[in-house]
T-cell receptor, first 109, second 113 residues
Framework: GQQLNQSPQSMFIQEGEDVSMNCTSS?????WLWYKQEPGEGPVLLIALYKAGELTSNGRLTAQFGITRKDSFLNISASIPSDVGIYFC?????????FGTGTSLTVIP | ETGVTQSPTHLIKTRGQQVTLRCSSQSGHNTVSWYQQALGQGPQFIFQYYREEENGRGNFPPRFSGLQFPNYSSELNVNALELDDSALYLC????????????FGSGTRLTVV
């Protein structure tokens, strides 16, 4: 099945730094979502985006739905140790859901 | 309000056997979807059920089948297990058929030997 391309694949950052990651696809999506997954758990929804150009924040997290509807990015400001985990983007066509390859984030105190 | 619960949490099966995984949706959610997550990979969409009918399917063979019950709980059945079926199987439920804002369970870890 199709997977979305996420970059970077992994990040090692100092606590307090900002983080940026993105997701691209060859297909157009109706909805973009960003999830975080921690070991032994299912993904947890962080932000949902519903229209092209939309910019949405959730605390220190900000995400945007690309104008072409084929990409999205997620920013995390002032990272803290509990931000550690794997971040996945996901695109929804209406009845099909595609996940990205994931960005593994490590925050060094 | 309970979240999405899956059972069992871990399972070991032999190649060629059949397996049934179960999922209880979050209260009020009428849409459920199933995903296969291999180690180090993102979840792969298997299929989605809305009000007991399949309304979306990913690139998985017919030996992967499912059911959704009137109370919106769901089962994933896999026949003729192969070694490559070893993965974390995730169930997610949603209020809407569009699937935005899925709530995921913690998954069932299936090992095929």
């Amino acid at each position: 099945g199709q997977q979305l391309n996420q970059s970077p694949q992994s990040m090692f950052i100092q606590e307090g730094e900002d983080v940026s990651m993105n997701c691209t696809s060859s297909s157009i999506f109706n909805t973009w979502l960003w999830y975080k997954q921690e070991p032994g758990e299912g993904p947890v929804l962080l932000i949902a985006l519903y229209k092209a150009g939309e910019l949405t924040s959730n605390g220190r997290l900000t995400a945007q739905f690309g104008i072409t509807r084929k990409d999205s990015f997620l920013n995390i400001s002032a990272s803290i140790p509990s931000d550690v985990g794997i971040y996945f983007c996901a695109g929804n066509t209406g009845n099909q859901f595609y996940f990205g390859t994931g960005t593994s984030l490590t925050v060094i105190p | 309000e309970t979240g999405v619960t899956q059972s069992p949490t871990h399972l070991i099966k032999t190649r060629g056997q059949q397996v049934t995984l179960r999922c209880s949706s979050q209260s009020g959610h009428n849409t459920v979807s199933w995903y296969q997550q291999a180690l180090g990979q993102g979840p792969q969409f298997i299929f989605q059920y809305y009000r007991e009918e399949e309304n979306g399917r990913g690139n998985f063979p017919p030996r992967f089948s499912g059911l959704q019950f009137p109370n919106y709980s769901s089962e994933l059945n896999v026949n003729a297990l192969e070694l490559d079926d070893s993965a974390l199987y995730l169930c997610a439920s949603s209020l809407t058929r569009g699937g935005d804002g899925y709530t995921f369970g913690s998954g069932t870890r299936l090992t095929v030997v």
